[in-house]
Nanobody, 126 residues
Framework: DVQLVESGGGSVEAGGTLSLSCTASGTTYTTNLMGWFRQAPGKEREGVASIRSRTGQTFYADSVRGRFTISRDYGLRTVYLQMDNLKPEDTAVYYC???????????????????WGQGTQVTVSS
């Protein structure tokens, strides 16, 4: 099994920056895809960014491309999400997620991720 522990998040004004990190433990050799999702009140959980663990190939939702950066430290089993130029609509609970598929055609699809962190709140005020 895989456990994910997130850190970071918090509150910031629009235009500000926040960083999230997520460290995996357990049978992490099975985690070929790591990602970040978010869920705002009353909305579906949506994929924000993901990264293939071995190659470092990244994927982004259109809403965050150019503002968010996902990266990973393979040895530390940690994935990061740098969030720049934050907007009020970025306010949500952010979840770290891990999946097994290395070649999925849906790298931001919820069904591709098997393990989830508990979530961390990000609040952006206008």
């Amino acid at each position: 099994d895989v456990q994910l522990v997130e850190s970071g998040g918090g509150s910031v004004e629009a235009g500000g920056t926040l960083s999230l990190s997520c460290t995996a433990s357990g049978t992490t050799y099975t985690t070929n895809l790591m990602g970040w999702f978010r869920q705002a009140p009353g909305k579906e959980r949506e994929g924000v960014a993901s990264i293939r663990s071995r190659t470092g190939q990244t994927f982004y939702a259109d809403s965050v491309r150019g503002r968010f950066t996902i990266s990973r430290d393979y040895g530390l089993r940690t994935v990061y999400l740098q969030m720049d130029n934050l907007k009020p609509e970025d306010t949500a609970v952010y979840y770290c997620a891990a999946g097994q598929s290395a070649y999925t055609s849906q790298p931001l699809g919820r069904s591709e991720f098997k393990w989830w962190g508990q979530g961390t709140q990000v609040t952006v005020s206008s």
